[in-house]
Nanobody, 114 residues
Framework: QVQLVESGGGLVQAGGSLRLSCAAS???????MGWFRRAPGKEREWVAN???????AYQHSIQGRFTVSTDDASEVVYLQMNSLKPEDTAVYYC?????????WGKGTLVTVSS
């Protein structure tokens, strides 16, 4: 069983930065770890992920502004968010995916003011 706990959300002005963290319990070293978000009134969307081999992928709208990474033990997944825009306002969720199994955190709210 994998449990995920996000932290690091908050209120920030446009142009500012935040770093989200996702602490994972359980064996996740073979998992693809990702970040999703749900903006007010919208469907949840994929943001970025980092695979077990360390390769990363990003949604086009955040590429160049957000960076996903893990710590050396792959127990914490980070999402560094720079140059934030009001449209980045959303609840951000951590995801662990492996062979058709998905685990989710409860989310952390990011609010970007204009």
């Amino acid at each position: 069983q994998v449990q995920l706990v996000e932290s690091g959300g908050g209120l920030v002005q446009a142009g500012g930065s935040l770093r989200l963290s996702c602490a994972a319990s359980g064996r996740t070293d073979n998992y693809a770890m990702g970040w999703f978000r749900r903006a007010p009134g919208k469907e949840r969307e994929w943001v970025a992920n980092i695979r077990a081999d360390g390769s990363t992928a990003y949604q086009h709208s955040i590429q160049g502004r957000f960076t996903v990474s893990t710590d050396d033990a792959s127990e914490v997944v980070y999402l560094q968010m720079n140059s934030l825009k009001p449209e980045d306002t959303a609840v951000y969720y951590c995801n662990a995916h492996y062979r058709g199994m998905d685990y989710w955190g409860k989310g952390t709210l990011v609010t970007v003011s204009s």
